[in-house]
């Protein structure tokens, strides 16, 4: 029995699922061969060197060396202990758990009370207090209208909780007090704010439409208020960056969207989240947007673990025409196939749906998104005056330039033509100018997207180990797939220990885990681990490529490469003994370890 939960009952629920599906929501996964492959979710990568076997049950990130089975999977992802991931993995597999009333909260309960929980509970209880007021009191009616009138619906202000503040300078603080938050941590996580003069604490959020914002597991970590009344400045204000927060991290909506992006596989990126509620109002539900802040690496990441296709949707002036050029061009430095959604000077998304209505959205926006070498060519006009030769031949230059980096000839020789048809320029001269332009970048050793593309899921591990660390690694892979074998590797070793600790403390598990009647089974032995560290060497090496059917012959020489090193250890050891006794001009100790040293030499 693991926790409250009976072992019999963990193995039925890791039965019912597939990592590949756990794994999947929360990492686009590409089949390649027998394993699937994607970008590692704990640690930064543009190279997918992330593996999951489907038949082991196990994943392991040849960049980072993570690795383990569904649950450590969900344990490190989500920051759950393992009974919370083994019950969430029950939810996924649809097998019933029955496990005493209340013993979650009891466990909740029974936590450290640290500062990150504090935050986390205050930013729930304030998310349902601020949504109850808006919708079901006197005070919040106003506030209720004001939204009903500029077009958010009453279903869209339930989905995403939307709430009201009271234009109290101290409610909010008297509430948390009362609920028995320590006011200086709630002053960290951004929900009050001190008086410069005394000891005593205000509001942060007053007489504001309050927006929730979550973090990927669907918590709310912070708030964006926005102002009713025309005095009250600014028009939006966000909480500030604390433990929980990191706005270049965190994209409003991506716990909701993340399901209709794997769908879809492709996500729709705005700038705001009135834009978000929108989309979402026209029955688009992949879309997500930035805190306020410009695209990072971190959002880059992000999406990248979802989908490759991204549809930039931001503002049309010409603020927004920048922004989606930078965000467009760092999500294709990271493989990503990018459009561009164009709409009339001066609207936004949330303006458009209002004006045009949600199906023309759809169709004309989104629909009718440009290729992002289309809204390039459309950039680069902006300010210049191409009937002047000088701007003409520098813009043509640089579309050229642009063209260079696409990936496919077809698409190259169609946006050349392009070029060659606006200008009346020789499509002859534009290619051989492309191309001389390509020879120059390559020379610069900038590897083509298509390069990149090329090398996408073959990131492994190439590293060269000493001849005894192979052999140790290949007989501990082989005896975690056969039980027969790893008690012949045993005998065969007869007591010697292995050179390397780790692989002697797997060993000794292995041998213990199949003594109790186990059979093979990867994932079920990472549970029978207690060590972390041991954990990542095994899936590493469940990893690794093996003959299907090892030789007698193979085993034997992998043992005898191990024996080789020990008493290679024990040449050295007497010849330092050697050395030692002839300083101490001890002749026949010297000239007896000399023998030994000949005999052990001998038996190599």
């Known amino acids: 029995m693991v926790g409250m939960i009976p072992e019999d009952k963990i193995n039925e629920i890791r039965q019912s699922i597939d990592i590949v599906d756990v794994i999947g929501d929360y990492v686009h996964l590409k089949k390649q061969g027998r394993n699937y492959f994607g970008l590692c979710p704990f640690h930064g990568e543009n190279t997918p060197s992330f593996s999951v076997s489907p ?36 939810d996924k597999g649809k097998v019933q758990l029955d496990i005493e009333k209340g013993s979650e909260e009891k466990h909740f309960d029974s936590k450290v009370n640290t500062e990150d929980k504090q935050m986390h509970d205050a930013h729930q209880l304030l998310q349902k207090f601020y949504h109850h007021l808006l919708v079901n009191t006197k005070e919040g009616q106003n506030a209720l209208e004001y939204l009903l009138n500029r077009g958010f619906t009453k279903s869209s202000i339930e989905k995403f909780q939307i709430g009201y503040s009271l234009p109290s300078w101290d409610f909010t603080v008297k509430l948390l007090q009362k609920r028995g938050f320590q006011l200086p941590i709630m002053e960290k996580a951004g929900l ?26 669907g918590e ?22 604390t433990k929980i927060f990191n706005k270049s991290s965190i994209l409003y909506n991506y716990f909701r969207a993340k399901s209709s992006i794997k769908k879809q596989q492709q996500a729709i990126l705005f700038e705001g989240f009135a834009d978000v509620i929108s989309a979402d109002n026209a029955e688009i539900y992949n879309g997500i947007a930035t805190m306020g802040t410009s695209l990072t690496e971190q959002h880059v990441q ?13 503002d049309s002036d010409f603020a927004g025409i920048e922004a989606a050029y930078r965000a467009g061009n760092m999500l294709s430095d990271q493989s990503c196939n990018i459009r561009i959604a164009r709409m009339p000077e001066g609207l936004d998304p949330d303006d458009y749906i209002k004006k045009y209505g949600t199906e023309k959205f759809r169709q004309d926006v989104i629909g009718g998104s440009l290729t992002f070498m289309a809204f390039k060519m459309e950039y680069h006009r902006l300010g210049k005056k ?60 900038y590897p083509s997207k298509e390069e990149k593309t090329n090398n996408f899921f073959i990131q492994k591990d190439h590293r060269l180990y000493p001849a005894n660390q192979t052999a140790e690694r290949r007989l501990l892979a082989h005896m975690l797939q056969n039980v027969d074998i790893a008690f012949k590797i045993k005998d065969l070793l007869n007591g010697i220990i292995l050179y390397y600790d780790e692989h002697q ?17 990867s994932s079920n032995f990472l549970l029978y681990l207690p060590d972390e560290k041991l954990r990542r060497i095994v899936t590493e090496l469940e990893m690794m490529p093996l003959n299907s059917e090892v ?30 006794a002839e300083q101490q001009n001890d002749l026949n100790k010297a000239i007896s370890l000399a023998k030994e040293i000949i005999q052990l030499r001998k038996s190599l």
């Not at 012959?553 to 191990?562: C, M, R």
């Open 55 to 90: 038949d082991k049950q196990i994943y392991h990130c040849f960049g980072c060396g993570a690795g383990g089975n569904a649950i450590s999977f969900l344990m490190d992802i989500d920051g759950l202990n393992f009974q919370e991931a083994v019950i969430k993995l029950a």
């Open 192 to 217: 009050i704010i001190k008086k410069e003069n005394d000891e005593t604490y205000f509001d942060r959020f007053r007489n504001r439409i309050m927006f929730p914002i979550q973090n990927i597991k």
């Open 220 to 241: 709310t970590i912070a708030f964006a208020g926005r102002s009713i009344d025309k005095e009250d400045q600014p028009k939006y204000l966000n909480s500030p960056e």
């Open 302 to 314: 992000l999406i990248r673990r979802m989908t490759d296709t991204v549809i930039i949707c931001y």
């Open 386 to 445: 191409l009937q002047n030769e000088g701007e003409k031949l520098h813009y043509i230059e640089k579309i050229i330039e642009e063209i260079t980096k696409l990936d496919k000839a077809v698409e190259r020789d169609h946006y050349l033509r392009q070029l060659a048809d606006e200008f009346s320029i020789s499509l002859d001269a534009l290619k051989q100018q492309q191309k001389q332009m390509f020879y120059v970048a390559k020379k610069k050793n």
């Open 505 to 521: 403390a797997i060993l000794t598990y292995l041998l213990g885990y199949y003594e109790e009647g186990n059979e093979p089974n």
């Open 551 to 580: 030789t007698d012959q193979e085993i034997e020489d992998y043992v005898n490469q191990v024996l080789k090193h020990q008493k290679m250890l024990k040449i050295k050891e007497k010849e330092n003994l050697q050395k030692k």
